[in-house]
């Protein structure tokens, strides 16, 4: 039972432009959504996080934005920039355990 | 290094054999949680333990998968008589506060292969 759904396996975006990443959540229980970035052969590593009582949450180049009608969150990443090539795993919280998504490969262009 | 510390990083195994796992929280945390990732997918809740305590193993599977937070020294995630299917990155996590996982903090993983 996948909770946290990445539909986008992968995205590709020329550096300079945005970068935008969806995820879509089936428990409303959720109460605490959560971006990781990871790279080949490390640990999963925090970027940014929303309060489910929130809408929105920025963070330097990094903005979130969540719709709890819609159960439906993105990250939205301006300028994108090539070490922003990674995976991006979202999570959501539920108590103290977090649910991923199989994540979204991001590719930055020069 | 004042992160999560995992090893080993990489291990093989055959059939049958035994795998364990070890992770140190960073200093100052006595919460654990253990994710183990398959290929294409997403990391899954495995266990959270305290020290000297499992709070939740619901993600653990039945059989051959155990988990401890001794007092002293680090937590260790033990596989008995390992099948292929065992094969993943294993990834602890660590937390300083109760119930609190909005920003775990992961180690480098440990990947088993068996062969």
């Known amino acids: 039972d996948q909770q946290v759904k990445q539909n986008s396996p992968s995205l590709s975006v020329q550096e300079g432009r945005i970068s935008i990443l969806n995820c879509d959540y089936t428990?409303?229980?959720?109460?605490?959504f959560l971006w990781y970035k990871k790279y080949p052969a490390e640990g999963p590593t925090f970027l940014i996080s929303?309060?489910?009582?929130?809408d929105k949450n920025e963070d330097g180049r990094f903005t979130v934005f969540l719709n709890k009608s819609a159960k439906h969150l993105s990250l939205h990443i301006v300028p994108s920039q090539p070490g922003d090539s990674a995976v991006y795993f979202c999570?959501?919280?539920?108590?103290?355990?977090?649910?991923f998504g199989a994540g979204t490969t991001v590719t930055v262009r020069a | 290094n004042a992160g999560v510390m995992q090893n080993p990083r990489h291990l093989v195994r055959r059939r049958g054999q035994e795998a364990r796992l070890r992770c140190s929280p960073m200093?100052?945390?006595?919460?654990v949680y253990w994710y183990r990732q398959l290929p294409e997918e997403g990391l899954k809740f495995m266990v959270y333990?305290?020290?000297?305590?499992?709070?939740?193993e619901s993600g653990m599977p039945k059989e051959r998968f155990s988990a401890e937070f001794p007092k002293e020294g680090p937590s260790i995630l033990r596989i008995q008589q390992v099948v292929r299917g065992d094969s993943a990155a294993y990834f602890c996590?660590?937390?300083?506060?109760?119930?609190?996982?909005?920003?775990?903090?992961f180690g480098e993983g440990s990947r088993l292969t068996v062969l």
């Open positions: 999570a959501a919280r539920d108590g103290y355990k977090l649910s």
């Open positions: 996590a660590s937390s300083p506060r109760t119930g609190e996982a909005g920003e775990l903090f």
């Open positions: 929303i309060s489910s009582i929130k």
């Open positions: 333990l305290q020290k000297e305590n499992i709070i939740d």
């Open positions: 200093k100052g945390h006595s919460h």
């Open positions: 428990n409303s229980m959720f109460d605490y």
